[in-house]
């Protein structure tokens, strides 16, 4: 089993930043992919930003060149940093974690962009 504990968040202006964090514990393995889904009132939770325990990242058409993921294999955490956050931005963000075909999410962090 994993746990995944979620901060950060909030209410932030439109054009501003924000910084996501999650730290997970229980079993981990070395070889495993985190990453944070959102989803916003009334739609489909959707993924925005993965990172393999390799460093690789995958992001979404809608936050590129904006929130950047990062991670420390030693402390099991990762990381969401969001930039010039646009009102369509607003919704739950989840951590998720994935290794050997089980998923694992967090219980989500409200981030609310006002224009």
């Known amino acids: 089993q994993v746990q995944l504990v979620e901060s950060g968040g909030g209410l932030v202006q439109a054009g501003g930043s924000l910084r996501l964090s999650c730290a997970a514990s229980?079993?981990?393995?070395?070889?495993?992919?985190m990453g944070w889904y959102r989803q916003a009132p009334g739609k489909q939770r959707e993924l925005v930003a993965t990172i393999t325990s390799g460093g690789t990242t995958n992001y979404a058409d809608s936050v590129k060149g904006r929130f950047i993921i990062s991670r420390d294999n030693a402390k099991n955490t990762v990381n969401l940093q969001m930039n010039s956050l646009k009102s369509e931005d607003k919704a739950v963000y989840y951590c998720?974690?994935?290794?050997?075909?089980?998923?694992?999410w967090g219980q989500g962090a409200q981030v609310t962009v006002s224009s």
């Open positions: 998720w974690h994935t290794q050997r075909f089980y998923v694992y």
């Open positions: 229980g079993r981990i393995f070395s070889i495993n992919v």
